[in-house]
């Protein structure tokens, strides 16, 4: 194997682990609203609400698009066997985004007959983060391979870890979202995601451990990982630092601080796919595929490269940008539509 095709497969799962990281943040809040809208039931709060998010949420997609070509093109074989192990899961994902995304525009015009939008928008945005915890859950618990294929039934997702990573994951982006809105609105939405938050934080916790317990206890190859000497010395730092930002939250959102909960729960995730990178790595289908053996030829990954190079930094132009020129607070009355 040559110098460039041991480093350039690296440099696309480095670029393939940003996306999804970008994604899983930005997409987090907005899906994390549409899952607390029930819990605001004033018309105008619903509206500040939606208004907080009208200038984000379709660019915040561009990133799934993304990580999806990226996946694709880099590591072809990765993506013709875990595509298959999780058909349903993302058929279920890309339904409710677009479900979800027509209530989001449909609901201002439809107005005041609107309540069927307001419900598909909160039952859109859950079950797109119950399909991403699905497909996280049947990722983790290692598909079933021969020959390079995916050998395994069309149900093997649907398993109680991959249900519990499911609702785990409609738990975080509800922090996201509810300090997003801290954030972000003022007066009674702002005042209610805080109430919200806290318990949301202590679910959020619960989930981080029992998913920390149940992988090694169920794979032996992440046992082996996070216990053997001396990878404990090192690997142990992300559920120490895990503990202290969770403190930082919790602590910010008593004190009513309005971007600190926001960053701490960002941070959150961060640590927890920092955690799952560390369990992993670097199989980018667990145990039976690393990032080499899944890379597409050399010349296929050199053109993606190139065309990466002009995209992602156009793309992160254009989110700094939108989140710059639409930062501050957005008050009753106010907003994109």
Not at 20 to 27: I, S
Request: glycine letters at 8%; aromatic letters at 14%; proline letters at 6%.
């Amino acid at each position: 194997m040559s110098e460039v095709s041991e480093t350039i497969p690296v440099i696309l799962a480095l670029l393939l682990g940003f996306t999804v990281a970008m994604y899983v943040v930005l997409d987090g809040f907005d899906l994390g609203i549409g899952i607390l809208f029930p819990f605001f039931s004033r018309e105008e709060e619903r509206d500040q609400i939606m208004n907080s998010v009208a200038p984000f949420w379709d660019g915040n997609e561009t990133w799934l698009v993304l990580g999806g070509v990226s996946l694709w093109a880099g590591f072809p074989k990765a993506f013709a066997v875990i595509l298959p192990a999780v058909y349903m899961p993302v058929m279920f994902l890309l339904l409710a985004l677009i479900f979800r995304g027509v209530a989001f525009e449909f609901r201002w015009v439809a107005k005041p007959h609107h309540r069927k939008w307001d419900v598909s928008f909160a039952v859109g945005s859950i079950v797109a983060a119950f399909a991403q915890g699905l497909i996280l859950g049947a990722m983790l618990q290692e598909i079933r391979i021969s020959g390079n294929q995916f050998a395994g039934g069309p149900l093997d997702w649907l398993t109680p870890f991959s249900l519990m990573c499911g609702v785990a994951v409609v738990v975080g982006y509800a922090l996201l979202g509810a300090t997003w809105l801290m954030m972000k609105t003022v007066d009674g939405v702002e005042q209610r995601s805080r109430q919200l938050a806290l318990p949301l934080l202590a679910a959020l916790m619960a989930f981080i451990a029992i998913v920390s317990v149940w992988t090694p206890l169920q794979i032996g190859r992440i046992a082996e990982r996070w216990f053997s000497m001396p990878n404990i010395f090192f690997l142990s730092q992300i559920p120490v630092a895990t503990l202290l930002v969770a403190w930082l939250c919790y602590y910010s959102i008593r004190k009513g601080r309005p971007i600190l909960p926001f960053a701490t729960s960002v941070g959150l995730f961060l640590l927890a796919y920092l955690g799952l990178v560390a369990s992993n790595a670097p199989y980018i289908v667990p145990p039976s595929m690393t990032i080499w053996e899944a890379a597409s030829h050399p010349s296929s990954q050199v053109f993606y490269l190139i065309g990466a190079s002009i995209l992602m930094p156009m793309i992160l132009v254009y989110t700094v940008l939108v989140f710059w020129l639409f930062r501050g607070k957005v008050k009753p009355g106010e907003g994109y539509h």
